[in-house]
């Protein structure tokens, strides 16, 4: 066995006195157990104590000192967090003193002249022994970095708080950072502790002021058990914005969810509730904030059901897919150009259900990827079978999540159904959202350019919606660009929005994209969209999305007309 001796460092010890007799003294009665620096005033002692917070085992200070006396040292070392934990011994030779300075936070105290040697080593050793025991509770009691609670400790206290004080009404708080990992891989761990440490001052700093508790746990979690607060949003805000001022180049973005206080739940089940809040506004940076309501807890159950009903639904054909024209204006009369083809689920319980409803949750789970291979697999086999039957070949646009995105066998798997049901690439386009742009951008433009280089068209879908940089749409190698529908849903009466849109196009043309519209409803928008140059419309003025059967229609309806 290795001595403990030879593993650990001595531990330190500072000596404070402004006379070098007394300070030598106490190194030649301290030195054989202790590694022993000195300082001859509080300011030099200050220095010391800061490069070496971490492994000073204790401090001998003198009190009367030139520059900066000891009970200045006392004082600041009892204001900072990160330097309280080492215990003061005082020097002196007066009785007063003493008691003052046992008052303002030291440990004990040495008088002056010296005892013997062996009471000095003795105390010094005592003391050690003392602040290492308390630290090692306080350790497992607090997290080290913010002083917050420990997870097990904290959920101890809420328990009993809840049993034995059960006239104090107690909400669940549970906080998250969003992308705290690519945070960390960014801009380093140094950056991402600061982060955490900022958010545990704020919170407890909130905590002086409301009746509670908090923890930090698993990296970029903290909870709080607290009275309730009226306003959630304006506490969000409040550490939100201590956050930012961090740094002006890095956004980090916080989530919040809130249980509140309900008679006789078991605060283990509000904070479930709280957590299950807090990841419903994942990645939903306009509103990262949710109290958890009856709503949501009807919301959980029907999101438990379709998760657990997915795999069934494949197989037994509840899932359609639905077709929706894109025409294109700039002809006359317009030309059904394409489609896009969307997912519906007939489910038998609960009826026709939207993607609205299960896409968002299947993308967040990663189930989303069942749906989108049903819907290629039956797109182009759908594409196939128009061929067949009427002659035409009408190109349709699938969607692609960003799970998709990122799975290694895309490429391949898209290629194999396009050559399996005997089409060319450009027969089936791919819409990427435009919010999968955000991270990993690199990635993704690797992924494009490949399935641009198969022959794929790549449109970006909801252009406009999120955050899509401009950069991005220079770098990204698409084909065409779908301006949200929110620009075009107002340009009839709103003169803003139109340049808006105008200036889309404009951009557009530069990048030679082509740009479809969603969302068309009226004339009066289309007439707008085709004057300023917009290729190609999506929207109820032409059609809903259609079931294959009644899509067929409306192919057939079409070609009746171009033969004129
Ligand atoms: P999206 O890809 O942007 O699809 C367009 C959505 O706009 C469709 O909603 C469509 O029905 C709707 N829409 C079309 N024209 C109009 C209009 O004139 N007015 C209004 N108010 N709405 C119109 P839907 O089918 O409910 O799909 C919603 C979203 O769900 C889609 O948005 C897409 O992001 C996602 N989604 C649908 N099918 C799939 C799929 O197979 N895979 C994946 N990953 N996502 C899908
Ligand atoms: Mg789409
Ligand atoms: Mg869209």
Redesign the pocket.
């Known amino acids: 066995m290795i001595q403990s001796k030879l593993i650990k460092r001595p531990k330190l010890v500072l000596v404070v006195d402004d006379q070098e007799i007394n300070r030598d003294a106490l190194e030649v009665t301290l030195e054989e157990d202790y590694e022993i620096i000195q300082a001859s005033n509080g300011l030099e002692a200050m220095e010391q104590i800061e490069k070496n917070a971490d492994r000073l085992s204790v401090v001998l200070l003198d009190l009367m000192m030139p520059v900066m006396d000891g009970f200045e040292v006392l004082n600041r070392v009892n204001a900072e967090e990160h330097l309280r934990h080492i215990p003061v011994i005082v020097l002196t030779a007066e009785k007063n003193a003493e008691l003052r300075a046992l008052e303002m936070g030291a440990a004990d105290f040495i008088t002056k002249p010296f005892d013997v040697p062996e009471v000095i080593i003795a105390r010094v050793a005592r003391i050690i022994e003392l602040s290492e025991g308390r630290q090692l509770i306080s350790a497992a009691e607090h997290d080290r970095m913010t002083g917050l609670y420990s997870r097990n400790f904290f959920f101890e206290y809420a328990h009993r708080l809840f049993h034995y004080s059960p006239e104090l009404h107690m909400d669940a708080i549970v906080m998250n950072i969003e992308q705290f990992h690519t945070i960390n891989a960014v801009n380093g761990r140094d950056f991402g502790d600061e982060v955490i440490r900022t958010i545990g001052g704020e919170i407890r700093g909130f905590l002086l002021e409301t009746e509670g508790i908090a923890s930090h746990f698993e990296g970029d979690r903290f909870a709080m058990y607290c009275a309730p607060q009226t306003d959630y949003q304006a506490l969000l805000d409040r550490i939100q914005s201590k956050v930012n001022g961090l740094s002006q180049n890095v956004s980090v973005h916080l989530r919040m969810g809130v249980k509140p206080w309900q008679d006789g739940v078991e605060p283990e089940f509000m904070f479930d509730c709280a957590r299950a809040a807090c990841n419903m506004v994942r990645g939903d940076y306009q509103n990262p904030l949710m109290i958890y309501d009856e709503d949501m807890r009807k919301r959980e159950l029907l999101n438990q059901r379709l998760l657990n009903d997915l795999r069934s639904a494949v197989e037994n054909r509840q899932l359609t897919v639905f077709y929706?024209p894109k025409y294109d204006i700039q002809c006359d009369p317009p030309r059904l150009g394409s489609a896009?083809?969307?997912?519906r689920w007939n489910h038998p319980e609960l009826g026709m259900i939207?993607?609205?409803d299960f896409?968002p949750l299947f993308e967040r789970n990663g189930q989303?990827s069942i749906?989108?291979t049903f819907?290629w697999h039956e797109t182009a086999a759908q594409i196939r079978r128009w061929e067949e039957k009427l002659g035409r070949r009408i190109p349709v646009s699938?969607?692609?999540?960003r799970a998709d995105v990122f799975d290694p066998t895309l490429v391949d798997r898209l290629e194999r159904i396009v050559r399996d049901n005997g089409l060319s690439f450009s027969d089936m386009k791919l819409?990427v959202?435009e919010s999968a742009y955000t991270d990993k951008a690199n990635d993704l433009l690797e992924v494009v350019h490949d399935l641009r280089q198969l022959g794929f068209e790549i449109e970006m879908?909801?252009f406009g919606s999120g955050y899509s940089s401009l950069n991005m749409l220079s770098a990204m190698p698409i084909d065409v660009l779908k301006m949200d529908?929110k620009f075009v849903r107002n340009i009839e009466n709103n003169e803003k929005d139109l340049r808006l849109v105008k200036l889309i196009l404009d951009i557009a043309r530069n990048l030679k994209l082509r740009v479809v519209a969603?969302?068309?409803?009226t004339e009066g928008q289309l007439k707008l969209l085709r004057d300023a140059g917009c290729d190609l419309v999506?929207?109820?003025?032409f059609s809903r999305?259609l079931p294959p059967e009644a899509f067929e229609a409306l192919i057939e309806r079409e070609m009746t007309i171009e033969r004129g």
């Open positions: 929706q896009e083809a969307l997912i939207s993607p609205g896409v989303i749906v989108d819907v699938v969607n692609l999540s819409e959202t879908d909801d529908m969603e969302g068309v409803e999506q929207g109820y003025y999305p």
